[in-house]
């Protein structure tokens, strides 16, 4: 069988040990005798796998109590609609930093449900930076502080977790959740698509903390995203993507396997440092963002010869190396190299592009 280094954004490479144990599992889940497929979500062999997903995630996250661990459908997309329908508790006003693609989504849906406040922007930098934390603009009247942790078009991360000047934080973590060390209690609100970090497509995470919900939510709400009614009914007032549960659930072993959160920060910090060099002593590749804020896993590079593109795109699919082409609204390349990209995939991706380097 072939295996290739695939650099997708999402959805995005799976540790390899976790396809083989869906595979092994496949036609008979753990003696049941059922494929998780085909398992009523109430019964209890599917309880055990419902139980064990949140349980994990909570201990890999250290989610305090006083915190609900939801696991919706819909996307991210849908929760920038959803998250000001929810939490807004009556107020009028909620305010955003607007780092990216991705600010600007959840920024447009949320205006149809309250005013927004744009706190920071860093269009003027065209989305290379994050703008000052002492410069932001906060309403304290506002329901609540927004951002996006890691833009994954822009390839801008924050390094630590911003001062909310005491609204509640929500923040939108889909592309770096599970990458990187946090303080659970720092936040209101986290929210992340699962497709990256945590598993296929179809599952969206929402962490919510007890005081934000319960208080009223906006009359077009569909109850199935009403985070208290899903919170009370453990995100099964419909039926849930059982398949998908059970997919995170597996990729959640698997990183209390690798040693968790801490240890994988440091693999991430290992890897995305080794690209960013191999790119900074490059005269043919750059990366535009600031230093600071660079993500480590989306890396986004161009190369001074747009013409060559095409070039270094097929002969890295001849060499292995997959789904590199950078977002149409950014260009050049980008390389996701989310927690399961092994070492050796971005080693291999750093070799081909000295090499190409070398020879054009
Ligand atoms: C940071 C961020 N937020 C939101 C989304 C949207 O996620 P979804 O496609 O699951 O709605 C993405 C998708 O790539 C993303 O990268």
């Not at 009028?92 to 706190?119: H, L």
């Not at 319960?214 to 993507?241: I, R």
């Amino acid at each position: 069988m072939s295996k290739v280094y695939n650099f997708s954004a999402g959805p995005s490479v799976f540790p390899k040990s976790v396809l083989e144990t869906a595979q092994q599992e496949l036609l008979d889940w753990q003696g049941s005798g059922m494929s998780v497929m085909e398992m009523s979500h109430r019964g209890k062999h599917f309880s055990i796998i419902a139980e064990a997903l949140e349980s994990d995630l909570r201990s890999l996250m250290a989610v305090p109590d006083n915190y609900k661990v939801l696991f919706l459908q819909g996307g991210a997309s849908a929760q920038f609609s959803f998250i000001p329908q929810n939490i807004l508790k009556g107020k009028t006003k909620a305010c955003y930093v607007n780092t990216g693609a991705w600010s600007e989504k959840a920024i447009n849906d949320a205006k149809t449900y309250c005013e927004v406040m744009v706190s920071a922007s860093s269009e003027n930098t065209h989305f290379t930076s994050i703008p000052e934390e002492s410069t932001w603009l906060i309403d304290e009247q506002a329901a609540y502080l927004h951002f996006t942790s890691n833009e994954t078009i822009h390839g801008v991360e924050f390094s630590k977790c911003p001062d909310g000047k005491g609204l509640p934080l929500v923040a939108d973590m889909s592309s770096n959740i599970l990458s990187r060390k946090i303080d659970v209690n720092q936040y209101g609100l986290i929210y992340a698509g699962t497709q990256k970090n945590m598993g296929p497509a179809g599952v969206t995470v929402v962490i919510v903390r007890d005081d934000l919900i319960g208080h009223g939510v906006s009359k077009t709400l569909p109850a199935v995203f009403d985070y208290a009614e899903q919170a009370q009914h453990q995100s099964m007032l419909n039926t849930p993507a059982t398949y998908n549960w059970y997919l995170v659930g597996l990729i959640l072993k698997w990183l209390k396997a690798q040693g968790g959160v801490e240890v994988i920060e440091r693999l991430n910090i290992a890897k995305a440092e080794k690209l960013y060099q191999a790119i900074d002593r490059s005269s043919l590749y750059s990366n535009p963002v600031d230093p600071i804020c660079r993500s480590r896993m989306n890396v986004p590079f161009i190369l001074a010869d747009q013409a060559l593109d095409k070039q270094f795109l097929t002969l890295a699919e001849a060499n292995g190396l997959f789904q590199l082409k950078g977002h149409r609204s950014f260009g050049g390349m980008r390389a996701s190299i989310y927690n399961a990209m092994p070492e050796s995939g971005v080693q291999a991706l750093i070799d081909f592009m000295t090499e190409f380097e070398r020879t054009h």
